[in-house]
């Protein structure tokens, strides 16, 4: 069974940070790609960031670029979303998300962590 399990969310003022993690289980998780989205009240949810199972690449939502970081930890199975500069309207539910190579369709999903950062 896989599961995806987020931490790290909170509260925190504008202009500061927080890291998220993901721990993956139940999937050989260096043959997945990696994704976060989040999810604001009353929105869609929306793709922030990505990151390519062996080579790292990745990719970003352009309203965080230059102010959130993706990477993995194959040994650990655990993907990070570092946080820098936060905005209010970076406020929302954070989700992590999992897909093979094969399809742009993400198969597996946490359960969310709350990201609220106040003005």
């Known amino acids: 069974q896989v599961q995806l399990v987020e931490s790290g969310g909170g509260l925190v003022q504008a202009g500061g940070s927080l890291r998220l993690s993901c721990a993956a289980s139940?999937?050989?998780?260096?043959?997945?790609?990696l994704g976060w989205f989040r999810q604001a009240p009353g929105k869609e949810r929306e793709f922030v960031a990505r990151?390519?199972?062996?080579?790292?690449?990745?990719y970003y939502l352009d309203s965080v670029k230059g102010r959130f970081t993706i990477s993995r930890d194959n040994t650990k199975n655990t993907v990070f979303l570092q946080m820098n500069m936060l905005k209010p309207e970076d406020t929302a539910v954070y989700y992590c998300?999992?897909?093979?190579?094969?399809?742009?369709?993400?198969?597996?999903w946490g359960q969310g962590t709350q990201v609220t950062v106040s003005s």
């Open positions: 998300a999992a897909r093979t190579t094969l399809t742009t369709r993400y198969n597996y």
């Open positions: 139940g999937l050989t998780f260096s043959n997945y790609v």
């Open positions: 990151i390519s199972p062996s080579e790292g690449r990745t």
